[in-house]
Nanobody, 114 residues
Framework: VQLQACGGGLVQPGGSLTLSCAAS????????MGWFRQGPGKQRELVAH???????NYGDSMKGRVAISRGNAKNTVVLRMNNLKPEDTATYYC?????????WGQGTLVTVSS
């Protein structure tokens, strides 16, 4: 299983960014797909995840400023982030769960700075 994330980059405070992740190597739907993030000197934390039946859970850190959805293609997930703040600067990791295994992508860096 491989997870390929894209969409990170530099954005100004108050700006928006969309991250996408595509998973390959698994013929069924992943039970859960989502995003975690890890800022400098911080622990990895949940941003959001979505189940195969559409149930969504948002972490406290970005609740109200982020929206997760399944992509149009199989085993893809999209994260839309709004009103970004400097404290949102972090490496964002795509993750997927299937058959009690969790898989991680390589991470994409989001930097919020003026």
């Amino acid at each position: 299983v491989q997870l390929q994330a894209c969409g990170g980059g530099l954005v100004q405070p108050g700006g928006s960014l969309t991250l996408s992740c595509a998973a390959s190597g698994y013929i069924f739907d992943f039970a859960i797909m989502g995003w975690f993030r890890q800022g400098p000197g911080k622990q990895r934390e949940l941003v959001a995840h979505i189940t195969s039946d559409g149930s969504i859970n948002y972490g406290d850190s970005m609740k109200g400023r982020v929206a997760i959805s399944r992509g149009n293609a199989k085993n893809t997930v999209v994260l839309r982030m709004n009103n970004l703040k400097p404290e949102d600067t972090a490496t964002y990791y795509c993750t997927a769960v299937a058959a009690r295994n969790r898989y991680w992508g390589q991470g994409t860096l989001v930097t919020v700075s003026s």
